[in-house]
T-cell receptor
């Protein structure tokens, strides 16, 4: 069963629009970590944020913000006032328990920002 | 200095050949990984090594053989290459012991094309 679901395959917006990427996860562990990674067209994987299961505070970093809701098992990501440089594939990922040795990735959402 | 470096970055070869991809990390991490990213961008773990010991082997054909000579290196050897092996292979590392958060530090990827 998929542990991380990113239902949106592709999103296309015009510059300056806001875009929200959905991420729903599934775990039985009480301790886990959630991540977002960005993969720009150049191909590398860039770490954006890590959240542990005990910290439900939303986070804002510049134009990026994250909304973590344990009640709905969601960890959504919003880009405010999108720019062309935000065009990339965005991956949500889950690490279960401190002894887990791997990240389980969602299928990714391709964001295209048009000028 | 690149934290996680893998070589080669591009590899084009014929079916049936044997090839290797090398990975080195200078972060002092105790765990290293190989992930495969297919043409649909899906990222899936293949192997994980903790202090040179194989921890995860995710139903990968035995044509794939990882080797970890020390905890800073994890190489991937592929025998009898098939068309379906064409993908981008990412090496990653993390610190699991004492401070595991699940965060992975990725190399730039090695794009393998099998003709």
């Amino acid at each position: 069963a998929q542990k991380v679901t990113q239902a949106q395959t592709e999103i296309s917006v015009v510059e300056k629009e806001d875009v929200t990427l959905d991420c729903v996860y599934e775990t039985r562990d009480t301790t886990y970590y959630l991540f977002w990674y960005k993969q720009p067209p150049s191909g590398e994987l860039v770490f954006l944020i890590r959240r542990n299961s005990f910290d439900e505070q939303n986070e804002i970093s510049g134009r990026y913000s994250w909304n973590f809701q344990k009640s709905t098992s969601s960890f959504n990501f919003t880009i405010t006032a999108s720019q062309v440089v935000d065009s990339a594939v965005y991956f949500c990922a889950l690490s279960e328990s401190p002894s887990d040795y791997k990240l389980s990735f969602g299928a990714g959402t391709t964001v295209t920002v048009r000028a | 200095d690149t934290a996680v470096s893998q070589t080669p970055k591009y590899l084009v070869t014929q079916m049936g050949n044997d090839k290797s991809i090398k990975c080195e990390q200078n972060l002092g991490h105790d765990t290293m990984y190989w992930y495969k990213q297919d043409s649909k961008k899906f990222l899936k773990i293949m192997f994980s090594y903790n202090n040179k010991e194989l921890i995860i082997n995710e139903t990968v054909p035995n044509r794939f053989s990882p080797k970890s000579p020390d905890k800073a290196h994890l190489n991937l050897h592929i025998n009898s290459l098939e068309l379906g092996d064409s993908a981008v292979y990412f090496c990653a590392s993390s610190q699991v012991r004492l401070t595991n958060t699940g965060e992975l530090f990725f190399g730039e990827g090695s794009r393998l094309t099998v003709l």
